[in-house]
């Protein structure tokens, strides 16, 4: 069985600025681009798509994304080009922080309200 989020996006240009120039995905359909209605897209194990033709309701995917080192993600993400300037009132969103649960995560949501959170368990 294969799991593959579909987040809806509203300017396929920029979500693929986000995604393939700030984060680590890439194009993984060579005939896929930002004139693309639906775009397949990968970061190591993981696929996705993004789409701008899905119903006008489906906003606001989460996608958890298990990874070694959370600090030294966020900091090359924030190297690259990542904003959190605007979400000042999210300390996850501001930088990577324990949970209660036992992982140490951030998260990063896109200009149209789908977050990936990226964590790793507490040892």
């Not at 775009?39 to 798509?49: A, L, W, Y």
Request: hydrophobic share 35%; net charge negative.
């Amino acid at each position: 069985m294969k799991f593959i989020p579909l987040f809806k996006v509203h300017d396929m240009r920029k979500a693929l600025h986000h995604y393939t120039e700030i984060l680590d995905f890439v194009v993984t359909c060579p005939d896929d681009n930002e004139h693309s209605l639906v775009v397949d897209i990968g970061h190591e194990r993981m696929e996705m798509q993004l789409t701008t033709i899905e119903n006008d309701r489906l906003y606001g995917s989460v996608v958890y994304v298990f990874v070694e080192d959370v600090d030294a993600l966020f900091k090359k993400f924030l190297d690259r080009g990542l904003d959190i300037s605007t979400k000042s009132d999210s300390p996850v969103h501001l930088a990577p922080i324990n949970q209660t649960w036992g992982r140490r995560e951030f998260y990063v949501t896109d200009d149209d309200g789908n977050t990936l959170r990226y964590c790793q368990y507490i040892t």
